[in-house]
C-alpha cells in the first residue's frame, strides 16, 4: 500500500513512502547529489558502487528469466531486513529486474539487482541506503551556498538517526547521524524536507545558515504500510482483510499509565475497557463487541508477544480469582497492541477467540545506537466524587421521624411528644430502648457530648503515586535487545488501598546465522497489592457510607474498637480504624518466559517453535485485628492465608510459506500446531476462634485451625491441543483473500465433544488501486472489506463436562462421617459455544490520508451457548450446564483519524464509536424466560428472547401513593399505606408483586466513543483524552442498600430522601416515600440509574526539554503533566462508579456481577519527566 | 544446519503425535461419577448424603425450616420488628400473599426435592448395581433411603399441599413433565415407603457411629404423625388434611412404638436438649450435628436469636440491625407459674452492651454460648425430630379422637409431662385443646406449634384469637383457610411454564 502525499504548491505527488521507508525523490532532472552527514563527519563521500553496479545492464536488455519491478522489490526488502532505502523515482521508474534468489545479505542483493537496472547504491548508515543513477559522483553543486546543521529528534526529543532530510526539488539530500545530526549545503531560501517511515513528513524552508537547527518529528499512526501483528505473523495494514483495531502503545510511557488495560480505555472502537473496581492493581474487564455468552467467559484471549493467555472469567464478584493476564505487565514495555474484532481476524485462536483476541507485542531494539532511557513520574490522587448522603441534621429529622412512629406504634397512649424518660417510665424497664427512643442530645444546642462525622471525608484520602523507569535497547546485526526495570508504588484513594510492583523484562534475540534466530523474552515482576476489604456488600466502603453521621464525643471515630461500644443508635466497627488496622496483602510473583527459534528451511519457508511458560504464585495474607472486630467482650482476630499457583504452558510450531508468484500473486501459507495446558494449585488456610495474642498474625497464631471447607488445597488442570493453518493471497495488491482454519481438542468439554473446528474467511478489494479510480486529490485510500468466520468459547471451568461427586458428610453420635452424592448433572455433549461473525467494512483515506478511517458492521450470533439451564427443582437440581440458547450481538464502529493541522501547529484528532446491541435468541427448552435469583429478594434480571441479555427486571415506580389512591383501591404491593411508593400494576391484576415487573432497562451501552486530540507547538505539546458512553443502566444493589424503602435509622440513607414525603401536607419532592415504610420492599425501578457518563479521561501537557538542555547531558528530555478523570460527568447517584463490579448478584450459574459499593474513579495529577541518553 | 532443522521438525512431529491423551482430564481434587456406585462402601457414603441432606446445606435444611415456617408462622412467635420491613421471616410471620418469592419457601421446595433426588439416586442404583451391597445391608439401605423420602415428602405435603411425585431419579426434561399430584397420591407413596420401612428397620442399632440411623420406632412414629395428619380436617382446602380419621392406625403404631420399651422421659426437662446428653433415651430420631467448622455444625439453635443477644451473649458477630424474632406475650403467659420449661425455654430478658434492658423473650432452648463453634453458625447440638414425650402426647391425641385408649391413659400421659416440669398437683379430664397447649409449652422452639394446629384443625380460630391481642403494631394479615399452606415459589412457576398452578390466595 502507497500512499501518495502531495508537495505544497500542487505539484504530482511523486513522494512515496513505502512500507519500511523508501523515499522517492523528485528530481528535476539535475545531478542527484548525496551528500551524507553521517558520522565521522560530514565529509562528502563517493559512493560505494560495487563492481557489480559499474557491470551496467540497460533497462530496455530485458534478460529472458522472470522480471520483477524493481519498486516492488525494494519494497519487499525494507520489510524483510527492515531496512531504510531512499530512492528517485524517475531514477527507478518502471525498471525490472531479474527476480533475485531468496535470502543473503541485503548489499549482495542491491548490489545484483541495481547493477542490473542500471543503478548503484550508497549506504549511508547500517540498514540505510540510498540508490543513485550508475555512476553519479558527488559533484559539488554550484548552487550550494549554506550549510545547514541541526539534529532530528522525535516527539519525545529523543534522537531520530536515519531521518532522510532532502532538499525539496532537488536531489540533495542527507540522513541524520545516530544522535540524529545532520548536515548540508543547500541553497538559500530551499525548503528542506524530513522524512522518516512512521513519521510525518516535515518541511522546513531554510532561512540562513545554522547549526543549531531542531527538528521535531510526530509520529504518524495514520501510516498504511504499517505493519500490523496478525495472530502467528504480521501483515501489512494495507492488506489486512479482517477487523483489526490498534493501538499503538509506543508512547505509553508519556502519560502515567499503571495497566495495560487501563492504556485502552476509550481508544479502540469496539473495544469496551470497564474500570470495574478502584482498588490499585486490579484488572479492568475488557469487551470486544458485545457480551456474546450468558454464563461463560465474556473476556479476550490475551496473546502477549505470540503467547496465548487466557484470561479467566470475571468472577462474580468482579475482579480475576487467579489474576488477570495483564496482572503486572510494565505499560512501558509495550510497543503496541492489537485487537482482533471479527472471525476472520481472530479465528485462528479458534476456541477461544469469539471474544475477540488482543494480541500485545512488547517492545524490541532498533539498530542504532543503544538507547538508555530513565524516566519517572509522581502524582497525587484523590475520589473523582463523593455521594450524597444525609448530613447530620437531616439523619436526626429522619431518625426521630422513626422513631417516634415506631413509639406511637408500639402500644396505646404513646405519643411523639414525649420525653425518653417519660418513655422510659412507661415501658417500666428504665433503660433506653433505641428503637422507641431519641437521644435528646440531637435537640440541644451544640449537641453535648456528640461529634458529628463526615465518614467519606474520614475515608478517602490523597494517594501518592511515584514510578521509576529503566531501559536500555539498540540492535546490531546480531542481537537485538530490550531491557527494563519498573519500579511503581501506588496508594489507593482510600485509607489502607495500596499496590506495588517491580518489572523487568529482557526481550533478546539472537541471529546465529542468516537463517537461523534464536530468541528469549522473560519477564520476571513482583507486586504486592494491599487492600483491607474495601469494595463490595458488608466491606468497608459499603459501611463507611451508610455510617451514620454522628458519634459520641469522647470516642469519636473509634466507635465500637477496642473498649469502645458503639453508639447506641448505630454503629459498626469504625471503618476507618478497620481500613487502618487491617492486613490484606496480595503478594504476586509472575515470571513469563518465551524462548524462541525461527529457522528457514527454505527461501520463504520458516519453521518457528516456541516454548512458553507463565509461572504465577499468588497470595493473601488476611488479618484484622481483634481490637476492630466483633463487639465489645467478643472481640475477636480473624485472618486467614490463601494462595494459587497458576502454570500455563504453551508449545507452538508453525509453518510459514511467503512466495510473490509471476510478480503479482502474492502468497502466504501458515500451518501449525499448538500444545497448551494450564495447571492451577489452590490452598487455603483460616483462623477459627481467633488468635492467641495481637502479636503473631500469621495462622500459626491462630487459636484453631479446623475444618475442610475454609482450609484446603485443590488442583485443576486442563489441556488444549490445536492444529491450524492460514492461506492469505492478494493479486496485484487489490484483490486480497485470507482463509483460516484451527482445529482446536480440550479437556475441557464432554467426551462426544472433544474437538472443533473453526474456519474463517475474508476478502478485501482495494478499489483505491484500481485503474478506473480517476486521478483526484480527494479520496487517497479507498478498501472494501468482508469476512465471515466462526469462532468458539471454552470459558468454563475445568471438567464441566463431568458429574463430578459432592462431599455430603454427616455426623454420627459427635464423629463425623463420609457422605458422596453427584454433585451436578454430567454432559457427555459438552461443547464449545459457537459465534459466527459477518464484518462488513471500509477503510479510507481522504485528502492524501490527511484523513484517514474505517467503517465496519458486523453481526456476531453466539449459538450453543453454555447456559446453566434453570430447571424444575425436581430434577434434584436447580440447573444443567448445556449447550442452548443464542445470543446475537450487531453494531458498527467507526474510526477517524485527522491530522488537522500539520504545520509548526500541529493538530491531530482521533475518534472512534461504536454501536453495539444485542438480544437473546433463543434460551433453553421452550425459550422459557430465565430470571436470575438475587441474594437480595427477588430477581432484578431476565433473559428473555427478544430483550438484551441480563435485561433489567423491575416493577416500575410511578409516584407516591396518596390516601385518596388507596381509598379509591389502587394496586398497593403487600400493606403499603399513604405516602408509600406507588407502582405501576403492569399486569392489571389489581395488586403488586413479583409479576408486575418488567423489562426497564439494559445493562451495555449502546453506544461508547472515544476522542483523543493532540496538539503539538514548539516544544509543548497536549493531548486529550475524552469517552463515554450511553444508553445503557444500572441496576444498582448499592443504590438499594442505601435508599430502600424502610432504611432503619441506624444507617443512612441518600440524600435524595431529605425531600421525601412526610405528610399528605407535606409530599416532598414526590421521589421517595416516607421514612416508616413497613411495607418491606421489593425491586423496583427506584434502584435503577442510566449508565451514560463521559469522562475527560486525561489531560497531557509536556514540553521538550531537549530544547533547553544541552545535547551532552541527555538526548532527549521531556517534562509532562498529566490531570486524569478531572472533568466528567454520569448519572449514578446511587453509588460512585457506573462501572463497578464488586460483588455477586446472588446466583452461581449467572455470574453477573453488581456493584454493591464500588471505589469512585480517581482524579489524578501527575508529573512525569522522560529521559534518553 | 540442515541436522537442526530436522531435529527441530522430529520434535514437532513428536509433539503432535504424543499428546491427545492429555485431552481426558478427570478431576484431581474430586470424584466424578463414572467411578461411583462400584463398591459397597459407595453405596454407604451415598446414603450417608441422603441423610446428610436433613441438615443440607449451612442455615438451610429441617431444622432451621421448622424454626421458619413453623414456629415464626405461629402464635408463639410476635416476629414483627420495632423497626419492621428488613427481614424475609417477618412475611411468614405477617401472613403476607407476596411469600411466592420469599427464601424461605423457596427453601422448602427446592431442598427437599434435592434430598429427594439423591434418595431417589441411592434407591436406583441399589436396584441396578446394588448386588455389591450384601443382602441383609442391602434390605436395611432400601428401608432407611425410603423412610428419607417419605420424611422429605411429608414436609414438602405439610408446607406446600400438592406437590410433584417422583419415585426415581428423572433427567431435567423428564422431571419438566410432572405435575403436582393430588395429596392423596402424595400419601400412598409417603405410606408404602414407611410401611416398608417399619418393617425392614431395626429396633435399634450398636456402635455410636450408627447413631444417626433410621430405626422402625422412627419409621413407625412418623408413620403414625402421618396417619393423623391425614385426618385432620381439610378446611375446604387441598393441603396436608383430609380428615381420614386413622386415629385407631396411628395410636397402634405410636403403641408399637412405646411397647419396644426402648425409650423412656428424661428425668429433667432441660437434659433432653443438653449439649452433654445427647442421644438420649427420649430421641427416636434426630438430625446430627457436630461444630468445629466441618460444614457440619447447626444453625438452628441461633435462628430465632436477633443479633443484639448474640452480642450480649458475646457470641462473636458483627452486629447491626434491630430485628428480632421475640416470643408472643400470648405464649409467656400460658405457662403456670414453676413451669420449669419457661426458663430453660427462653431468655426471659436481657440488659445488652448500650445499657438497653431488653423485656420480650427470646426462644434459647438450643443455645448454650460456651460450647458454640467456630461461627453462629456452627453448634455441636443435635436437632430432635421425633422425641418419646411426642409419642406419648400423639397417642393420647390419637385417644381423644377416639382411638383404643381410656381419658385415664391421657390423663396419665399429661401429668407425666407435667411433672417433670415441675408442676405440681394432677390433671384429670384433659380436652384437645389442653392437650395442645401442653404441647405448646412441652415443644416450644421445636417447630411442631403450626403443624399440631393445622392438624387438630385449631389454625384459624387460635391464630384469629391470638392476632386480635397481640398484634398490637396492626402489621399482620388476618389468617385466611388459604394461609394454611405455602404458595408453590415463583420461581417453579417460571421455570418450567404452566406446569404448575399456584395455589389459591398467593
Same mark, same amino acid.
Given at each position: ?1173 | ?124 442404583? *441399589? @436396584? !441396578? %448395581?446394588?448386588?455389591?451391597?450384601? $443382602? +441383609? ?5 432400601? &428401608?432407611?433411603? #425410603? ?94 388434611? *383430609? @380428615? !381420614? %380419621?386413622?386415629?385407631?392406625?396411628? $395410636? +397402634? ?5 412405646? &411397647?419396644?420399651? #426402648? ?244
Amino acid at each position: 500500500m502507497r500512499k501518495t502525499p502531495t508537495l505544497p504548491g500542487g505539484q504530482p505527488a511523486r513522494l512515496v513512502l513505502l512500507a519500511a521507508g523508501t523515499l522517492l525523490l523528485p528530481t528535476p532532472g539535475a545531478a542527484a547529489q548525496i551528500v551524507a552527514s553521517a558520522q565521522p563527519g560530514p565529509a562528502q563521500t563517493r559512493p560505494t558502487a560495487s563492481p557489480q553496479a559499474r557491470a551496467t545492464t540497460t533497462p530496455s536488455a530485458r534478460p529472458a528469466a522472470p522480471t520483477i519491478p524493481l519498486r516492488q522489490l525494494l519494497g519487499q526488502w525494507t520489510r524483510q531486513y527492515k531496512a531504510i532505502i531512499a530512492y528517485d523515482s524517475e531514477v527507478v521508474g518502471d525498471k525490472r529486474v531479474t527476480a533475485p534468489a531468496e535470502g543473503g545479505p541485503l548489499e549482495e542483493k542491491l548490489s545484483r539487482a541495481l547493477a542490473e537496472a542500471g543503478l548503484s547504491f550508497k549506504r549511508l548508515h547500517p540498514n540505510n541506503y540510498v540508490i543513485t543513477p550508475a555512476g553519479t559522483s558527488s559533484v559539488a553543486a554550484p548552487m550550494q551556498d549554506i550549510v545547514v546543521a541541526g539534529r532530528v529528534v522525535d516527539g519525545k526529543g529523543e534522537a531520530l538517526p536515519g531521518v532522510t532530510v532532502v532538499v525539496e526539488g532537488t536531489t540533495i539530500g542527507a540522513s541524520t547521524g545516530m544522535e540524529g545530526e545532520f548536515s548540508l549545503k543547500v541553497p538559500e531560501g530551499s525548503t528542506l524536507v524530513f522524512s522518516f517511515v512512521g513519521y510525518a513528513k516535515k518541511e522546513v524552508p531554510v532561512t540562513g545558515a545554522t547549526t543549531a537547527l531542531r527538528i521535531s518529528m510526530s509520529e504518524d499512526s495514520q501510516s498504511l504500510d504499517d505493519v500490523v501483528v496478525v495472530g502467528y505473523g504480521t501483515q501489512r495494514k494495507g492488506d489486512v482483510t479482517g477487523a483489526i483495531a490498534s493501538f499503538d502503545a509506543k508512547n505509553l510511557n508519556e502519560r502515567p499509565i499503571t495497566r495495560v488495560d487501563q492504556a485502552l480505555v476509550g481508544q479502540l472502537a469496539g473495544v469496551q475497557v470497564k474500570q470495574t473496581t478502584g482498588v490499585p492493581g486490579k484488572g479492568f474487564s475488557v469487551q470486544v463487541r458485545g457480551a456474546g455468552s450468558i454464563t461463560a467467559n465474556n473476556e479476550p484471549l490475551y496473546v502477549l508477544d505470540g503467547f496465548p493467555l487466557e484470561a479467566a472469567a470475571q468472577t462474580a464478584a468482579g475482579g480475576f480469582a487467579a489474576g488477570s493476564p495483564l496482572d503486572n505487565i510494565n505499560p512501558n514495555d509495550i510497543e503496541n497492541i492489537e485487537v482482533l474484532k471479527d472471525a476472520a481476524a481472530a479465528a485462528i485462536y479458534g476456541s477461544r477467540a469469539a471474544n475477540g483476541v488482543v494480541l500485545i507485542t512488547t517492545k524490541k531494539g532498533r539498530s542504532g545506537k543503544p538507547k538508555f532511557t530513565l524516566s519517572g513520574y509522581t502524582g497525587v490522587s484523590e475520589k473523582v466524587r463523593g455521594l450524597d448522603m444525609l448530613s447530620t441534621e437531616e439523619w436526626i429529622d429522619r431518625a426521630a421521624e422513626i422513631i417516634n412512629a415506631a413509639w406511637v406504634a408500639s402500644g396505646p397512649g404513646r405519643t411523639a411528644s414525649q420525653t425518653t424518660a417519660q418513655r422510659m417510665a412507661i415501658l417500666g424497664n428504665n433503660t433506653l430502648n433505641p428503637n422507641l427512643m431519641i437521644d435528646e442530645r440531637w435537640y440541644q444546642p451544640g449537641r453535648p457530648g456528640l461529634v458529628d462525622i463526615d465518614w467519606q471525608k474520614e475515608g478517602f484520602r490523597k494517594g501518592l503515586a511515584q514510578n521509576y523507569q529503566l531501559g536500555a535497547s539498540g540492535a546490531t546485526d546480531y542481537v537485538n535487545y530490550y531491557v527494563s526495570g519498573d519500579y511503581l508504588k501506588q496508594q489507593g484513594i482510600m485509607i489502607g488501598l495500596g499496590y506495588e510492583r517491580y518489572a523487568a523484562r529482557a526481550n533478546v534475540e539472537v541471529k546465529v546465522s542468516p537463517k537461523f534466530k534464536l530468541g528469549l523474552n522473560l519477564a520476571p515482576s513482583y507486586s504486592i497489592g494491599r487492600d483491607p476489604g474495601i469494595e463490595g456488600k458488608d466491606q468497608q466502603l459499603h459501611y463507611l457510607t451508610f455510617a451514620i453521621p454522628l458519634g459520641e464525643a469522647n470516642v469519636g471515630l473509634d466507635a465500637n474498637t477496642g473498649n469502645n461500644l458503639p453508639y447506641a443508635w448505630g454503629g459498626r466497627n469504625s471503618p476507618i480504624r478497620v481500613m487502618e488496622q487491617t492486613t490484606g496483602d496480595t503478594k504476586t510473583f509472575r515470571t513469563l518466559g518465551t524462548v524462541y527459534a525461527d529457522y528457514q528451511l527454505l527461501p520463504g519457508l520458516n519453521l518457528r517453535s516456541t516454548l512458553n511458560i507463565d509461572n504465577t504464585d499468588g497470595n493473601t495474607k488476611y488479618y484484622r485485628p481483634a481490637a476492630v472486630s466483633g463487639s465489645l467482650g467478643s472481640r475477636l482476630a480473624s485472618g486467614y492465608y490463601n494462595g494459587y499457583k497458576k502454570l500455563t504452558f504453551v508449545n507452538e510450531n508453525t509453518l510459514s510459506y511467503n512466495k510473490i508468484l509471476r510478480e503479482k500473486h502474492s502468497l502466504a501459507l501458515l500451518a501449525g500446531y499448538s500444545y497448551n495446558t494450564t495447571k492451577i494449585d489452590g490452598q487455603r488456610l483460616t483462623a477459627a476462634n481467633g488468635f492467641i495474642n495481637q502479636a503473631v498474625t500469621t495462622i500459626n497464631g491462630a487459636t484453631t485451625v479446623s475444618g475442610t471447607t475454609d482450609n484446603y488445597t485443590t488442583e485443576t488442570r486442563n489441556v488444549l491441543i490445536s492444529t491450524f493453518g492460514r492461506l492469505q493471497y492478494a493479486y496485484d495488491g487489490k484483490y486480497l483473500f485470507s482463509g483460516s482454519i484451527r482445529r482446536d481438542g480440550s479437556s475441557r468439554f464432554g467426551e462426544n465433544d472433544k474437538f472443533g473446528v473453526f474456519p474463517a474467511a475474508s476478502v478485501g478489494w482495494r478499489i483505491s488501486q484500481e485503474k478506473f479510480m480517476p486521478k483526484q486529490d480527494v479520496l487517497s485510500e479507498l478498501k472494501l472489506r468482508g469476512s465471515v468466520g466462526f469462532s468458539g468459547n471454552n470459558g468454563i471451568g475445568d471438567y464441566s463436562s463431568i458429574a463430578t461427586l459432592g462431599t455430603y458428610t454427616y455426623s454420627s453420635g459427635g464423629a463425623l462421617i463420609p457422605g458422596q452424592a453427584p454433585a451436578r448433572i454430567n454432559n457427555p455433549n459438552l461443547r464449545w459455544e459457537k459465534s459466527r461473525t459477518f464484518d462488513v467494512g471500509l477503510d479510507f483515506g481522504l485528502l492524501e490520508n490527511r484523513i484517514t478511517g474505517s467503517l465496519d458492521y458486523y453481526t456476531k450470533t453466539s449459538q450453543d451457548l453454555l447456559l446453566n439451564v434453570p430447571v424444575a427443582a425436581t430434577a434434584g437440581f436447580a440447573t444443567q450446564l448445556t449447550n442452548i440458547g443464542e445470543v446475537l450481538n450487531k453494531g458498527w464502529e467507526v474510526e477517524l483519524s485527522s491530522r488537522n493541522f500539520t504545520g509548526a501547529f500541529q493538530w491531530t484528532t482521533s475518534l472512534n464509536l461504536s454501536h453495539n446491541e444485542n438480544r437473546v435468541v433463543h434460551l433453553g427448552p421452550g425459550d422459557a424466560p430465565i430470571l436470575i435469583r438475587s441474594d437480595w429478594e427477588i430477581e432484578n434480571a431476565i433473559l428473555q428472547v427478544g430483550q438484551p441479555l441480563y435485561s433489567v427486571y423491575a416493577i416500575r415506580t410511578i409516584g407516591i401513593l396518596s390516601q385518596a389512591d388507596i381509598d379509591n383501591k389502587v394496586a398497593r404491593f403487600g400493606t403499603e399505606s399513604a405516602g408509600d411508593p406507588k407502582y405501576e400494576d403492569a399486569n392489571g391484576d389489581g395488586k403488586i408483586d413479583a409479576n408486575d415487573r418488567q423489562v426497564v432497562g439494559q445493562p451495555n451501552p449502546k453506544y461508547t466513543w472515544g476522542i483523543t486530540n493532540n496538539f503539538r507547538y514548539k516544544g509543548f505539546d497536549l493531548n486529550i483524552l475524552v469517552q463515554g458512553q450511553n444508553g445503557g443502566s444500572i441496576y444498582s444493589l448499592f443504590g438499594r442498600a442505601v435508599d430502600r424503602t424502610g432504611v432503619p435509622y441506624n444507617e443512612n440513607v441518600l440524600g435524595l430522601n431529605r425531600d421525601r414525603w412526610r405528610s399528605a401536607d407535606n409530599p416532598g419532592a414526590g421521589a421517595r416515600g416516607k421514612a416508616t415504610a413497613s411495607f418491606g420492599y421489593t425491586k423496583t425501578t427506584d434502584w435503577l440509574y442510566s449508565s451514560d457518563y463521559f469522562r475527560v479521561r486525561q489531560i497531557t501537557l509536556g514540553y521538550d526539554l531537549g530544547l533547553l538542555l544541552k545535547q551532552r547531558i541527555a538526548q532527549g528530555a521531556r517534562i509532562y503533566i498529566t490531570a486524569e478523570n478531572f472533568f466528567g460527568h454520569d448519572k449514578y447517584t446511587g453509588g460512585y462508579n457506573p462501572e463497578a463490579v464488586n460483588n455477586s448478584s446472588g446466583d452461581g450459574n449467572f455470574p453477573v456481577g453488581v456493584d454493591y459499593g464500588g471505589l469512585p474513579l480517581a482524579k489524578t495529577l501527575t508529573l512525569g519527566l522522560n529521559l534518553t541518553f | 544446519m540442515k541436522k537442526l532443522s530436522t531435529l527441530l521438525l522430529g520434535l514437532g512431529l513428536l509433539a503432535v503425535s504424543g499428546c491427545e491423551k492429555d485431552l481426558d482430564q478427570v478431576p484431581i481434587s474430586s470424584g466424578s461419577v463414572p467411578t461411583f456406585f462400584q463398591t459397597a462402601d459407595d453405596f454407604t457414603q451415598s446414603l450417608t448424603s441422603v441423610y446428610s441432606a436433613l441438615r443440607y446445606s449451612t442455615a438451610g435444611g429441617y431444622a432451621d425450616r421448622l424454626m421458619n415456617l413453623s414456629e415464626t408462622r405461629s402464635d408463639n412467635l410476635y416476629a414483627v420488628a420495632d423497626i419492621p420491613g428488613v427481614r424475609d421471616w417477618e412475611p411468614v410471620n405477617n401472613f403476607a400473599t407476596t411469600l411466592a418469592s420469599n427464601v424461605y419457601i423457596n427453601e422448602a421446595w427446592a431442598t427437599n426435592y434435592a434430598s429427594i433426588f439423591r434418595a431417589n439416586t441411592f434407591l436406583d442404583q *441399589l @436396584a !441396578t %448395581n446394588g448386588a455389591v451391597v450384601d $443382602a +441383609a445391608t442391602r434390605t436395611r439401605y432400601e &428401608a432407611e433411603a #425410603k423412610f428419607l423420602r417419605a420424611f422429605f415428602y411429608f414436609d414438602l405435603v405439610r408446607y406446600f399441599g400438592k406437590v410433584p411425585v417422583l419415585d426415581k431419579p428423572l433427567s431435567a426434561a423428564e422431571a419438566a413433565k410432572v405435575g403436582r399430584s393430588p395429596v392423596a397420591d402424595v400419601y400412598k407413596l409417603i405410606i408404602s415407603d414407611l410401611q416398608t420401612a417399619a418393617a425392614a428397620l431395626p429396633v435399634s442399632y450398636t456402635g455410636s457411629g450408627n447413631v444417626f440411623r433410621a430405626t422402625s420406632g422412627a419409621a413407625k412414629t412418623l408413620l403414625a404423625l402421618v396417619y393423623m395428619t391425614r385426618s385432620g380436617p381439610t378446611y375446604g382446602i387441598e393441603g396436608p388434611g *383430609l @380428615a !381420614t %380419621n386413622e386415629y385407631a392406625q396411628a $395410636a +397402634a403404631l405410636l403403641n408399637q412404638v412405646i &411397647a419396644t420399651n #426402648k425409650y423412656s422421659l428424661q428425668a429433667n426437662y432441660a437434659n433432653i436438649f443438653s449439649y452433654t446428653n445427647e442421644n438420649n433415651s427420649e430421641v427416636i430420631f434426630d438430625v446430627q450435628y457436630i461444630s468445629g467448622g466441618l460444614n457440619a455444625g447447626a444453625s438452628f439453635p441461633g435462628q430465632l436469636v436477633s443479633d443484639d443477644l448474640f452480642t450480649t451473649l458475646k457470641i462473636p458477630y458483627s452486629s447491626g440491625s434491630p430485628e428480632a424474632r421475640f416470643a408472643s406475650n400470648n405464649l409467656i403467659s400460658s405457662y403456670p407459674a414453676g413451669d420449669l420449661r419457661k426458663n430453660s425455654s427462653f431468655i426471659l430478658s436481657y440488659t445488652n452492651l448500650t445499657g438497653y434492658t431488653e423485656m420480650r423473650p427470646t426462644i434459647t432452648k438450643y443455645l448454650n454460648p460456651s460450647l458454640r463453634g467456630v461461627t453462629r453458625f456452627d453448634w455441636p447440638i443435635n436437632f430432635i425430630v421425633f422425641r418419646y414425650t411426642d409419642v406419648l402426647m400423639m397417642r393420647a391425641e390419637c385417644i381423644l379422637h377416639g382411638a383404643g385408649g381410656t381419658q385415664a391413659d391421657v390423663d396419665a400421659i399429661m401429668n407425666q409431662v407435667r411433672t417433670r416440669a415441675g408442676l405440681t398437683g394432677t390433671v384429670s379430664g384433659t380436652t384437645l385443646p389442653q392437650l395442645m397447649e401442653e404441647r405448646r409449652r412441652e415443644f416450644v422452639g421445636e417447630g411442631l406449634r403450626w403443624h399440631d394446629l393445622v392438624r387438630e384443625g385449631l389454625v384459624l380460630s387460635t391464630i384469629a384469637a391470638w392476632q386480635a391481642v397481640d398484634d398490637v403494631k396492626k402489621r399482620m394479615s388476618p389468617i385466611q383457610a388459604n394461609f394454611i399452606i405455602y404458595p408453590v415459589p415463583q420461581n417453579e412457576l417460571t421455570t418450567v411454564p404452566g406446569l404448575y398452578t399456584q395455589n389459591p390466595g398467593y
